[in-house]
Every structure is written in structure tokens, then in C-alpha cells.
């Protein structure tokens, strides 16, 4: 009997480090992928008579063509795609019923169309994962909206917020599964003031609702622009990695130690247009481009955002350089 306990307690004991190993390398795929690409898909960046109204809005998100951007990002070679839910105008991709109860905003200014679920769709054939992006405040400029979801912005606990934009969280999370691969959320500003608690809600509680249905979910913490690449929290599996100057992030240094960065995947994410979603041109040649991202890609994965088109099209002076740099890259 104290034989059988003893090897039942071994058996439990393996268990746990076997879950805890799989958690630990939940972004491994991500360095496996090397580099992926991002849009901003924003009315007010793209197309900004796409918010007069919420029908307006669906208009443009009906007219996202999901099979013929899957196809370009094939050619160019992304290992994953990153796409905007939303951020300041209130205006979100997906439909999400939590946050029309919490924001009381009628008609809904989430679209009717599954953006995220259809995109899953177009890019599966390919074999290129999809993660979304979220702010971790209530959308700004949307002033129902945050007197609705108590969000004050700055230094402050926000304790209710949290509370709620978990619950938006996690009903998208519900609702995708397995089809989102990872999180990117931004404004992460105040960690000590918003996250760091001991009892929930904190990182922790965040990072569980975007889990909710896909344990297997990656996500990370973005606080802005820092070219010290760092991790926010134990519970993030891979760095922000924001960069307004590509050439200055170092994945090296005295934080990274076994492939990580005190814990996390180092990452970056920076742009190849003039600005962050917009630009008529590259800003930087294909030499460069492709340089940086084959050094960063030997320690871990570079994300380049690409203007986008209100069609869900990239442009074509951009999908080709990043066809330039699948090429250069060797694909997936």
C-alpha cells in the first residue's frame, strides 16, 4: 500500500511538472514561426467615414476579404497573423455580447460578422496561426463607453474595469477556442498600480480569461516602447516587444537566459510603414529589413505591421518587401 501511495505521489508530482513544462513553451510555435505580420485594421486609420454609424462599420468589416489576405501573407511566407479587435473609437471586428451589456451601446458597435472566426478560416489551409489585439483600457475616445466600464485612465487599481473587460475577454475567448493562438494587450501602462496584486483581479486573472477556452493561448503585457527587451509578469509567455527603431532592440543581455527573457520569448514588434498602420512606402529596404529580422529570429520572433487596406488587402509596395523577406527567410 505505501508503495502504491508513494508511486501514486511520483505519478501526480510528473504530472505537474509535465503541465508546467507545457506552459512554459506554450510560445515556442511563435520562435518556430520566426516572424509574422500585423495590421491595424481601424476605421479611423483606414477609413474613417466606416464610423458614422454602426452600419456603416459592418459595411466595412462585411467587405474584409479574409481568403484574399490569407493568400498574400501565404506568398509572403508569416508563420502567424496579428489583427486589431478594436482599440480607442468602440468600433470591434467581432461580435461580443458582454460588452454591449456592460457598454449599454445600441445599436452595437461590435460587427455582426465573426472577423477573427473567418479569418481562422482562410488561414488554416496555410497553416498560419492568428492572434488578435485588445487594449487593456476601455476605449477612449467612447465616452458612454468608459463612464459604462469605469475606466479611469492612469496609475489607478480600476478594480471594477477589470473586472468587467474580463468578462468581454473572456467571452471572446469562449468563442474562439483553439481558432486565436495568442494575445497582444496593450496599454499596460501602470502594472504596479493595475496588475500586481496579490488576489485577483491582476495579471494573473487577466491571462486566465484570455485561456478561458484555449489553454494554450500565449499572451503578452505591452507598457510602450522599451528597447531593453523585458517580460511584465510570470504569466505572459512571450516579451511586447514594441519598437519604434528596430535597430536598436538587443535580445541579448544579462535577462536572457535558456531561450527566454526572464521567462518569456523575446519578441518584437515594430513597423515597416511611416507610422504605426499607415505609409505609401516601406520605410526601410528589403536589406534591412531582412537583416534585423534574420538576427532577431535566431533568439526568438520579429512582428512587422503592415498598412492595410480597407478591403483586408496589403498594399503591394509592402507585400512586396515582406515577400522579399519570406524569400530571404526560407518561408516557414
Not at 52 to 59: K, L
Not at 157 to 165: A, G, H, S
Amino acid at each position: 500500500m505505501v508503495g502504491h501511495m508513494l508511486a501514486r505521489c511520483l505519478w501526480i508530482s510528473l504530472l505537474g511538472l509535465v503541465s508546467a513544462g507545457q506552459a512554459q513553451d506554450r510560445a515556442q510555435w511563435m520562435k518556430q514561426a520566426r516572424w509574422g505580420v500585423m495590421t491595424h485594421y481601424l476605421a479611423e486609420w483606414i477609413a474613417p467615414e466606416a464610423h458614422r454609424d454602426a452600419e456603416s462599420w459592418n459595411r466595412m468589416v462585411d467587405g474584409f476579404d479574409a481568403q484574399g489576405l490569407a493568400k498574400q501573407l501565404a506568398a509572403a511566407g508569416a508563420g502567424y497573423y496579428l489583427i486589431t479587435l478594436g482599440q480607442n473609437s468602440g468600433f470591434y471586428i467581432s461580435p461580443n455580447a458582454a460588452y454591449d451589456r456592460l457598454a449599454g451601446i445600441q445599436p452595437s458597435k461590435c460587427a455582426r460578422r465573426d472577423l477573427v472566426a473567418d479569418l481562422h478560416e482562410a488561414l488554416k489551409p496555410y497553416g498560419i496561426r492568428l492572434m488578435v489585439y485588445l487594449p487593456s483600457g476601455a476605449p477612449g475616445r467612447d465616452a458612454a463607453a468608459v463612464k459604462a466600464l469605469e475606466w479611469t485612465r492612469g496609475p489607478y487599481p480600476n478594480r471594477e474595469f477589470k473586472l468587467k473587460w474580463e468578462r468581454v475577454i473572456r467571452e471572446w475567448s469562449l468563442r474562439w477556442g483553439t481558432k486565436v493562438s495568442g494575445w497582444w494587450l496593450d496599454g499596460c501602462y501602470w502594472p504596479n498600480a493595475m496588475y500586481r496584486s496579490p488576489e485577483a483581479p491582476n495579471f494573473a486573472s487577466l491571462a486566465a480569461a484570455v485561456r478561458a477556452r484555449n489553454p494554450a493561448s500565449i499572451v503578452a503585457f505591452n507598457n510602450g516602447v522599451i528597447y531593453s527587451v523585458i517580460s511584465l509578469s510570470e504569466h505572459e509567455d512571450y516579451t511586447a516587444g514594441e519598437a519604434n527603431e528596430p535597430e536598436r532592440i538587443n535580445f541579448g543581455g544579462s535577462r536572457f537566459a535558456n531561450g527566454r527573457v526572464d521567462g518569456a520569448y523575446p519578441h518584437m514588434l515594430s513597423y515597416l510603414g511611416s507610422t504605426w498602420g499607415k505609409g505609401a512606402a516601406p520605410r526601410f529596404s528589403d536589406a534591412q529589413v531582412i537583416g534585423w529580422t534574420r538576427k532577431l529570429a535566431e533568439r526568438g520572433a520579429v512582428t512587422w505591421d503592415a498598412p492595410i487596406q480597407p478591403n483586408g488587402l496589403i498594399p503591394e509596395p509592402f507585400l512586396r518587401q515582406l515577400k522579399a523577406l519570406g524569400v530571404a527567410l526560407g518561408g516557414t
